[in-house]
Nanobody, 124 residues
Framework: QVQLVESGGGLVQAGGSLRLACRAS????????MGWFRQVPGKEREFVAT????????EYADSVKGRFTISRENVKKTTYLQMNSQKPEDTGAYYC?????????????????WGRGTQVTVSS
């Protein structure tokens, strides 16, 4: 069983930056690909970024390409989401997730474990 805890959310002005972190406990962190997703009330959870088990392959949603960077440190059992040039439409609850599939995975239905989320609000 893997437990995931996100941190780093908050309020930021448009054009600003935030760095989210997701710390894992239990299980073997390096055996999982990781993903970040976001959700706003009334909408489905949306894919943001994913990274493979070793950290040498990534995928991003078109809406965040060139602005967000996903990374991981397996020794620290932590994955990160660096968010730059933020826009008001980036506002939402951000969730990290782990999947036993070791490759990058944008489909939220393929994930086995989820954190509780951290809120990001971007003001205009």
């Amino acid at each position: 069983q893997v437990q995931l805890v996100e941190s780093g959310g908050g309020l930021v002005q448009a054009g600003g930056s935030l760095r989210l972190a997701c710390r894992a406990s239990g299980g073997s962190f390096s055996a999982y690909a990781m993903g970040w997703f976001r959700q706003v009330p009334g909408k489905e959870r949306e894919f943001v970024a994913t990274i493979n088990w070793i950290g040498d392959a990534t995928e991003y949603a078109d809406s965040v390409k060139g602005r967000f960077t996903i990374s991981r440190e397996n020794v620290k059992k932590t994955t990160y989401l660096q968010m730059n040039s933020q826009k008001p439409e980036d506002t939402g609850a951000y969730y990290c997730a782990a999947t036993r599939i070791i490759y990058t995975m944008p489909d939220p239905n393929k994930y086995d474990y989820w954190g509780r989320g951290t809120q990001v609000t971007v003001s205009s």
